[in-house]
């Protein structure tokens, strides 16, 4: 199975300003022409979270208009910057987003991968936790089908990046007990995050801990104790998750964008 992981969008509704000096709503469009364009298409495309800036009056219009080209399946998640009820109201028709529950955690199982779905987001905050109520539904969903192959999927990292001020923002509360449940659970593949506009990959109580790079811009790798907070110039990226049937979990960096690129022979080894 082949998973795409866009995260961190930060659509802007028609006519503002964007974040930074870059057009987020550009390079969504980008990344889902990117993503049409792929040989072999990806299986399902996962959101992991700030699908919007604001949440602001018609980002999630916007956002709606700029997936609706996407060819393939999406599953999205909400992060710190989105508004559940706009997150309801934009995949309500889809049938997968769940519409009454108080977080929007769900399971995605029509592929041979399961996908645990987890909303990580704490209102008014920039820094996430799993309650309670909420490490408990993922620990009966664990118990349903517990020789499945299956990857965890959350906005907030619960694991350190070495970001210094992000890891100040990352997944706080109830961390140690996910990862005694990741543990625990020797078919859970991967833990797929975003949150940090930066590419990052860790062995996390043994499975395969990643951070997904911006859709909208990345943020400078610094990882000095203190670092300032900026944006770099590198490029809009997606990853790519390749699950194996002997387990193994790969995943590649794609840049969106047009480079060059050449085709070339190798030459025998002894002319």
């Known amino acids: 199975m082949l998973i795409a992981q866009l995260s961190d969008l930060h659509v802007t509704a028609p006519g503002s300003a964007p974040t930074t000096a870059y057009d987020t709503n550009a390079r969504l469009a980008a990344a889902v022409a990117h993503l049409n364009a792929l040989v072999p298409r990806p299986d399902l495309v996962l959101i992991t979270g700030d699908l919007v800036n604001g949440p602001k009056p018609g980002e999630y219009e916007a956002l709606s208009a700029l997936l609706?080209?996407?060819a393939i399946p999406v599953r999205a998640l909400p992060g710190n910057h989105d508004d559940?009820?706009?997150?309801?109201r934009t995949f309500a028709a889809t049938?997968?987003?769940?519409?009454?529950?108080?977080?929007l955690h769900y399971a995605v199982d029509e592929f041979p991968v399961r996908i645990l779905m987890l909303d990580s987001v704490i209102p008014g905050s920039a820094v996430g936790g799993l309650c309670a109520d909420r490490l408990s539904w993922l620990a009966q969903r664990l118990a349903e089908q517990p020789e499945r192959p299956t990857v965890l999927a959350l906005h907030h990292p619960p694991f350190d990046t070495g970001l210094a001020f992000l890891d100040t923002l990352r997944c706080l509360e109830g961390a140690e007990e996910l990862g005694w449940l990741v543990r625990s659970r020797t078919n859970v593949?991967?833990?797929?995050c975003g949150h940090t506009?930066?590419?990052?990959?860790?062995?996390?109580?043994?499975?395969h801990g990643y951070v997904a790079p911006s859709v909208a811009y990345q943020i400078a790798l610094d990882l000095a104790p203190?670092?300032?907070?900026?944006w770099t110039e590198e490029p809009s990226a997606l990853a790519l998750h390749q699950f194996?049937?002997?387990?193994?979990?790969?995943?590649?960096?794609?840049?969106?964008?047009?480079y060059p690129g050449r085709e070339f022979s190798r030459k025998a080894r002894n002319s």
Do not use: C, K
């Open 84 to 88: 559940r009820d706009g997150l309801r």
């Open 68 to 70: 609706e080209p996407l």
């Open 226 to 230: 203190e670092p300032p907070y900026r």
């Open 95 to 103: 049938g997968w987003m769940p519409m009454e529950e108080p977080f």
């Open 244 to 258: 194996r049937p002997d387990g193994t979990v790969v995943t590649h960096l794609s840049v969106i964008g047009d």
């Open 197 to 207: 506009h930066r590419q990052t990959a860790v062995a996390w109580n043994g499975a």
């Open 189 to 192: 593949r991967a833990v797929l």
